[in-house]
């Protein structure tokens, strides 16, 4: 039992790799602050945005952020609910994913608006049949969701830690004192913890299927070629389990690495969870065949287009490269025991992360680029669109933001539950103190 | 109890005291008292007036009723007037339902139309309210041009998906936007198929100028970084009972604009009042993508027996 104490709560402390590592992320932060400041100063004019493309990377981000949080869903209550034994140490990481994704996105929506000043208007004239409104409501539900998950799970731990834990830093103690809730390892707190568990596990699939679904309508509920589709909301949900479960496996190896995890995060979990991605991104394959290939074969004259620019025109090379390198071949990759190896199951899912951002940016800027009405009399840079590098700062801002909350809370609180693994060790976590 | 009893009662007896002629007389009393108290407090009233005033005024309502006010009976409202415009602006003109034919036949792409739309918005050369788009339908046919603005649809998908209720429907059919309260989401250019929707994304032209000036919410000026603009069917000219900036200003009698409910339009240019229906079928009117379900309120007339040949233009 001591080891596992100590095997899975010895980075909590304050070590120079940390301090250089969040030194650097906030300057970072700080220098992407300031082009925020300059956007605030002159206007959404210091992006790439004109009255045509009127939606750009702040969207697409948005898009993937609340994707990427998706994951807590996927790995917490439909893997965990089933009764799959080898999520445990996994959950946590998945639900720290998903807390950090969905509280940014939030964010950044909030960076894509002319008069960010003005969002307690979103509050005071809320309009009901506007589908911002429902997006507004299902992210704060499911933020709020997640964090309960991230938290609840972990109350034990936090009185395990504080109690056994020799080495924790003392300005953590009163921290973990708090949040341990007095738990004492008593049957009727351990059935009230596993009761709201199991409630919120089963809470969060509703309220995950519609973050993405009610995204996927602030496209599918216009008239647009490329968004007006029926499957937009499994097409955007599948697709954000395939953004989501390569973000847990790049984090998976990030912690085993530098937290010295190997004995709890093994090979078996990244094999799972190669299994895991090739499922998703099979599922999001086939919503992909559909999105192309039904339009595809019609080829009215609107879709024509839209589908002419993307698969030979203007965005015609990122579009393959997203779709081969960032679906299709990790697919076949995958399908191989070999590469669900740890280092090699990373790069693909570095690839697929990557790919999954672009495939955002795919959805959201050509079928904007080709309005029903051609363009005309306007300037060059209203008909393309080029993101400028005070928006790329912007969107590098909330990724920066993400990694400081991954960082924090994977530093500061074990990254894998200690309780439940030694219970899974069928040892009893707090025995030496009762005796 | 009938009339006649109730005399002979009295008759009868005409020197007892009822508790009926008591409450009379008391009341009696209390009229007599009020009416002699109400007379003096007119009287009052009046001659301050007199002693105070010397002219009156004749004003025009919100309701375009022409009324005569004593010059001390008028007190400035506290209201600021943006509030009072923007109050002004969610109400239509009543009984009136605004809509537009377009003559594709006699566009030359003169433009001064969307001049006179720039100037009266405070807008830069490439914001369009009003654009004249070069159209052709199939490789086939022969090209037109097309002035093109908001169509003021009755179904409008704007509307629907504004967060804030910023952009609205009126019931004179006009859609405004409330630049007050808009929160620069940009969802109403995503949703609207016509692309009729423009951004400030930058510093609006003359905003020094124009600042701290009322807001107009019928003219969208000054206006607003941040916030989104399109073509209003000039909703302030239509409260004066003028044609838009647009009509007034084309030379070659493409536009009309008029009342749905009169069944009534008028050329802007040669001040011609037509019947809209017959307008419409004599010359076999269409709207822009009504498959969209958006049921717009601007009419085309195809490019039929054109009077000017088609110039393509430079940009």
Known sequence: MDKIISDLSHHIRLNKGFFLWMGFLVLALLACTYAYILQLRYGLGVAGLRDYISWGLYISNFVFFVASSLVGMLISAVLGLIGLKWV????????????????????????????????????????????????????????????LLLFIPMIPDMAVLHKRFGSLPSWLKPVYKTLSLNWTDHPEQNRIIHRSVYILLILIIPAALSIHTVTSWLFALTVRPGWDST??????????????????????????????????????????MGKVLVLVAFVYLYFNINEYLVPGYKLKRADAVHLSELMTGHFALMFWIVQLGGLLIPIILLLFRSMRRPLPLTLISIAVFIGAWFKRYLIVVPTMSHPFLPIQHVPENFRVYTPTLIEIAITLFSFILVLIIITLISKFFPVIPVVETARDKGLDPLKRIES | MDENTVNNRDEQEPSKPSRRNFLKNIGLLGAGVAAGAGALYSGDIFEKKKAATGESKVLLTQDNKLVEVDSLEMRVLAKNPTKLMLEKGREGIPGKRWVMVIDLSKCRNARRCI???????????????????????????????????????????????????????????????????????????????????????????????????????????????????????SADRCR?????????????????????????????????????????????????MPELGTKPRVYYLPPKNRLFPFEPSTD
């Open chain 1, 231 to 272: 499957i937009f909301g499994p097409y955007f949900v599948s697709g954000a389990f395939v953004a989501g479960s390569a973000a847990v496996i790049i984090a998976m190896f990030v912690f085993r690495k530098s937290y010295k995890l190997q004995d709890y995060l093994t090979d078996l979990h990244f094999n799972n």
């Open chain 1, 88 to 147: 445990h140490p996994i959950t946590r990481i998945a639900e720290t994913i998903a807390v950090a994704f969905a509280a940014v996105a939030g964010l950044v929506i909030v960076m894509d608006m002319g008069r960010p000043e003005r969002l307690a208007n979103v509050f005071i004239y809320a309009r009901f049949q506007s589908p911002i409104l429902w997006d507004v409501t299902v992210i704060t539900t499911y933020f709020v969701i997640s964090l």
């Open chain 2, 240 to 288: 004066e009972g003028k044609l838009p900036y647009c009509v007034s200003a084309c030379p070659n009698g493409v536009y009309y604009f008029g009342d749905e409910n009169e069944d009534a339009v008028t050329n802007g240019t040669s001040k011609e009042t037509v019947r809209l229906s017959k307008l419409l079928r004599d010359n076999g009117a269409y709207q822009l």
């Open chain 2, 115 to 233: 001049a006179a739309c720039q100037d009266a918005h405070q807008l830069k050369p490439e914001q369009y309210h009003m654009n004249t788009l070069q159209m052709q339908d199939s490789p086939g046919t022969a090209p037109y041009q097309m002035p093109k603005n908001c169509q003021h649809c009755d179904n409008p998908p704007c509307v629907a998906v504004c967060p804030v209720d910023a952009t609205y429907k009126r019931g004179d059919g006009i859609v405004l936007i409330d630049n007050i309260r808009c929160i620069g989401c940009r969802f109403c250019m995503a949703a609207c198929p016509y692309s009729a929707r423009i951004f400030q994304w930058t510093t609006p032209k003359d905003a020094d100028k124009h600042n701290g000036e009322a807001y107009n919410v019928e003219l969208n000026v000054p206006q607003k970084l941040g916030t989104i603009s399109k073509c209003l069917f």
